[in-house]
């Protein structure tokens, strides 16, 4: 099926269906895990999709196709405008976008996961500081290898009261549930991309066995391994384990205090309940 302007691709992954009615884009976004947002900007006036774009609800995997080489060439904003969307991929210009290679987009594990992670906080308008950022960097390259968090503070030269008081101090997570997420995340990235058993890719992260595995990821994100192989993408894998952190008091970074005249000054607010964009702002769930 030949993509319009915004299509979306959902599970079961079989067809593009392009969006007619952009406003009601957004609560469509929200209606499936692993929903996937194509945008192609040889059709129609991507202007008029930017902010759509932009602003879409986390979770949402963007896939970007660009105008034919020679309209880029003359056009260097479209990169830019590209970049602020942060895309999950960028295809070349192609009429028709096979939904194989689609879902094989969706289902590749990131280059550099720890720094997509990152990055993907600061989209989510959850900002922390350079130290910070290095220390939640480093536990996710290492959740694959590292199972405790005295291995962890080892390796980081950190003592765990020191470790856990950054994390703290910030509104984050404790730093046993970013081990334990990045190891969820991985899980989920090698259910999706592979055929192996839930039992091979449980004992190959540390796991007893498949069942000890489906505990913990439904633990964290309420997602069962059957729903992270069906349903493509790691982003609303992420953003499922940050509504848990929020909905339980543990992802309370410093922002700057709601506009509602009516919450206390003083009142917590997790950045995940109201709009952002990359300048910090968290965005419209």
Same mark, same amino acid.
């Given at each position: 099926?030949?993509?319009g302007? #915004?299509?979306?691709?959902?599970?079961?992954y079989?067809?593009?269906?392009?969006?007619?009615?952009?406003?009601?884009?957004?609560? /469509?976004?929200?209606?499936?895990?692993?929903?996937?947002?194509?945008?192609?900007?040889?059709?129609? *006036?991507?202007? /008029?999709?930017? *902010?759509?774009?932009?602003?879409?609800?986390?979770?949402?995997?963007?896939?970007?196709?660009?105008? =034919?080489?020679?309209?880029? @060439?003359?056009?260097?904003?479209?990169?830019?405008v590209?970049?602020?969307?942060?895309? !999950?991929?960028?295809?070349?210009?192609?009429?028709?976008?096979? +939904?194989?290679?689609?879902?094989?987009?969706?289902?590749?594990?990131?280059?550099?996961?720890?720094?997509?992670?990152?990055?993907?906080?600061?989209? =989510?308008?959850?900002?922390?500081?350079?130290?910070?950022?290095?220390?939640?960097?480093? +536990?996710?390259?290492?959740?694959?290898?590292i199972?405790?968090?005295?291995?962890?503070?080892?390796? #980081?030269?950190?003592?765990? /009261?020191?470790?856990? =008081?950054?994390?703290?101090? &910030?509104?984050?997570?404790?730093?046993? !549930?970013?081990? !334990?997420?990045? $190891?969820i995340? /991985?899980?989920?990235?090698?259910?999706?991309?592979?055929?192996?058993t839930?039992f +091979?890719v449980?004992c *190959?992260?540390?796991?007893?066995?498949?069942?000890?595995?489906?505990?913990?990821?439904? &633990?964290?994100?309420?997602?069962?391994?059957? +729903?992270?192989?069906?349903?493509?993408?790691?982003?609303?894998?992420?953003?499922?384990?940050l =509504?848990?952190? @929020?909905?339980?008091?543990?992802?309370?970074?410093?922002?700057?205090?709601? $506009?509602?005249?009516?919450?206390?000054?003083?009142?917590?607010?997790?950045?995940?309940?109201?709009?952002?964009?990359r300048?910090g702002?968290?965005?419209?769930?």
């Open positions: 099926m030949r993509a302007a #915004l299509s979306i691709f959902s599970p079961p079989r067809w593009l269906e392009s969006v007619t009615d952009h406003s009601t884009l957004p609560g /469509r976004l929200r209606t499936s895990p692993g929903v996937a947002l194509l945008w192609s900007l040889e059709e129609g *006036d991507w202007g /008029r999709a930017f *902010d759509l774009v932009r602003s879409r609800p986390g979770g949402v995997a963007l896939v970007v196709v660009l105008p =034919r080489a020679e309209d880029v @060439a003359q056009d260097r904003e479209v990169l830019r590209v970049e602020v969307c942060r895309p !999950h991929s960028i295809l070349p210009y192609h009429p028709e976008p096979s +939904t194989d290679d689609l879902r094989s987009l969706l289902c590749r594990p990131p280059e550099d996961l720890a720094i997509e992670v990152t990055d993907y906080l600061a989209w =989510r308008g959850i900002v922390v500081d350079g130290d910070t950022r290095r220390l939640i960097r480093r +536990t996710i390259e290492l959740a694959g290898e199972k405790s968090v005295s291995a962890l503070s080892r390796s #980081l030269y950190l003592s765990r /009261r020191a470790l856990g =008081r950054r994390f703290l101090a &910030r509104g984050l997570p404790v730093p046993s !549930h970013w081990l !334990h997420f990045g $190891r995340l /991985r899980a989920a990235l090698r259910l999706q991309g592979t055929d192996d839930l +091979t449980a *190959d992260l540390g796991y007893p066995d498949g069942f000890a595995l489906s505990n913990q990821m439904y &633990r964290l994100t309420g997602i069962r391994p059957t +729903t992270a192989r069906e349903c493509l993408g790691w982003e609303w894998v992420m953003e499922s384990w =509504r848990r952190e @929020a909905e339980a008091g543990s992802l309370l970074p410093v922002f700057t205090p709601p $506009r509602d005249a009516e919450r206390e000054p003083d009142a917590p607010r997790s950045p995940l309940s109201r709009p952002a964009n300048e702002q968290s965005l419209a769930m």
